[in-house]
């Protein structure tokens, strides 16, 4: 048996896991009669007065600030009558900020919208409606549900994360596995073979509860939330009870069937000790948000790894990535002075040419469709190869509401402590917690 620290568990608070060469032009985007793409230099206006558009962003990554910066260029190269200026804003203020602006009639002409202010912003008049914009032809349908109100569409986003596997591909190559497993069972035999090899085959940082959550999140919503289940929120308001809910019980089976191929004592190791186990080799895979591709890059620049759904059914056509829609995405201010020229950069910034170029520049995971991947590698070009074929599982909420996840974080941690043996007791746990939650 593995040794248990739950005393670790209860010590440690809950973290909230978010998140080829540079192109001098991008405008190489795939030009497929299906998908609408935009080329700096086809949005540039006549020549007339200069413009300054100013554009609110929460965002102060490196590779994301390097990426905006390059696209503002692009299009200011091709329009010199636009300036595009960027009023970076702390996130902690960022909503605070912006309400603040548009109450006092100091609007911006674009800024970053989240879908927690959709029911608060649009019906002060305060976004823009783009359900008429081009670009809405990008996405895969469902992913700007989030986004949207009444039918109309009032954002449009960049990038997304998935709840996948992450793995490293040179460790896949060297134990003989010339393809990812598409099926239930060979994700199993896959273990098997890697074990057998002396790999790790899953790295799990249960010290850390947010990776128990995201180990389970990368498994259920495979199993149940991209499986025909209820939605969280129905589990949470007592219209189903987790012990009642096929997929609930096929939930844990497959947390039982992964078990045995995690490292000895994953509630001694942290998450940064298993991203640098997946970058030199040690382990082969994690369970959890494409955000371990950066991090495992971070600690092995010339590490090759790639990504694939969890593959939970035993029919492949089953096995889509499941993705919840974007939680945010850049707006238009509707009192803009500068319509034109803020609808021009706001379909240059979410083209596929831009969301190349997010991707080369390892800003994050993009969702726009259309991508050119010639200039891609690894998880950023299996993510851009699956956003382009359309195989995504459009799902609903992820995360359970923050009491309900407590509960849910301990008892799963409980469930692995006690090796994965009462499927029918974590069942019924689950159930006697969340109803005197909702009690």
């Given amino acids: 048996m593995k040794r248990k620290y739950l005393s670790i568990i209860m010590a440690c608070g809950l973290v909230l896991g978010l998140a080829g060469g540079s192109s001098a032009t991008v405008a190489a985007a795939d030009k497929s009669e299906d998908k609408e793409t935009v080329d700096a230099k086809d949005v540039s206006n006549a020549e007339g007065e200069q413009v300054t558009l100013e554009f609110i962003n929460g965002s102060s990554e490196e590779q994301y600030v390097a990426w905006l910066d390059e696209i503002i260029a692009n299009f200011e190269e091709a329009n010199p009558n636009v300036k595009v200026e960027v009023q970076r804003v702390s996130i902690d203020s960022f909503n605070q900020t912006v309400m603040?602006?548009?109450?006092?009639?100091?609007?911006?002409?674009?800024?970053?919208?989240?879908?927690?202010?959709?029911?608060?912003?649009?019906?002060?008049?305060?976004?823009m409606d783009l359900s008429e914009s081009k670009n809405v032809a990008n996405y895969a349908e469902g992913m700007l549900d989030s986004l949207s109100l009444d039918g109309k569409v009032y954002a449009l986003p960049i990038s997304n994360d998935f709840m996948c596997v992450t793995y490293n591909k040179t460790v896949f190559e060297d134990a003989g596995i010339t393809e990812v497993p598409d099926t239930w069972s060979g994700f199993l035999e896959v273990c098997q073979k890697l074990q057998d090899a002396g790999v790790v085959p899953i790295a799990s940082g249960f010290s850390e509860q947010w990776v128990v959550n995201g180990t389970s999140q990368t498994t259920y919503c495979a199993e149940v939330l991209g499986n025909g289940g209820p939605a969280l929120s129905e589990m949470v308001d007592r219209t189903y009870k987790f012990s009642e809910v096929e997929q609930w019980r096929e939930f844990f089976a497959k947390l039982q069937g992964i078990y045995?191929?995690?490292?000895?004592?994953?509630?001694?190791?942290?998450?940064?000790?298993?991203?640098?186990?997946?970058?030199?080799g040690e382990a082969a895979m994690i369970l959890n948000g494409t955000w371990t591709i950066t991090n495992s890059i971070?600690?092995?620049?010339?590490?090759?790894?790639?990504?694939?759904?969890?593959?939970?059914?035993?029919?492949?056509?089953?096995?889509?990535?499941?993705?919840?829609?974007?939680?945010?995405?850049?707006?238009?201010?509707?009192?803009?002075?500068?319509?034109?020229?803020?609808?021009?950069?706001?379909?240059?910034?979410?083209?596929?040419?831009?969301?190349?170029?997010?991707?080369e520049k390892g800003a994050g995971?993009?969702?726009?469709?259309?991508?050119?991947?010639?200039?891609?590698?690894?998880?950023?070009?299996?993510?851009?190869?699956?956003?382009?074929?359309?195989?995504?599982?459009?799902?609903?909420?992820?995360?359970?509401?923050?009491?309900?996840?407590?509960?849910?974080?301990?008892?799963?941690?409980?469930?692995?402590?006690?090796?994965?043996?009462?499927?029918?007791?974590a069942l019924e746990?689950?159930?006697?917690?969340?109803?005197?939650l909702a009690k």
Wanted: with cysteine.
């Fill in 365 to 425: 995971i993009p969702i726009v469709q259309g991508v050119d991947t010639s200039s891609l590698t690894g998880g950023f070009k299996d993510a851009a190869d699956i956003m382009n074929s359309g195989d995504v599982q459009i799902i609903s909420s992820k995360s359970f509401p923050s009491a309900n996840e407590d509960s849910f974080i301990n008892n799963i941690s409980t469930f692995f402590l006690d090796d994965c043996e009462d499927i029918d007791g």
């Fill in 429 to 436: 746990s689950l159930d006697e917690e969340f109803d005197n």
């Fill in 260 to 280: 045995p191929f995690m490292n000895n004592d994953p509630f001694g190791t942290d998450q940064n000790t298993c991203y640098s186990m997946l970058a030199n």
């Fill in 100 to 127: 603040t602006r548009f109450a006092a009639g100091d609007v911006p002409d674009l800024f970053t919208f989240s879908e927690n202010d959709i029911d608060d912003m649009v019906p002060s008049g305060y976004v």
């Fill in 298 to 359: 971070a600690m092995n620049p010339d590490g090759d790894f790639g990504i694939f759904a969890l593959p939970v059914s035993e029919d492949p056509e089953e096995n889509k990535m499941p993705m919840c829609p974007p939680a945010g995405g850049f707006a238009v201010s509707a009192e803009t002075t500068h319509k034109e020229e803020a609808l021009s950069f706001l379909e240059y910034l979410t083209s596929p040419e831009s969301a190349s170029l997010y991707a």
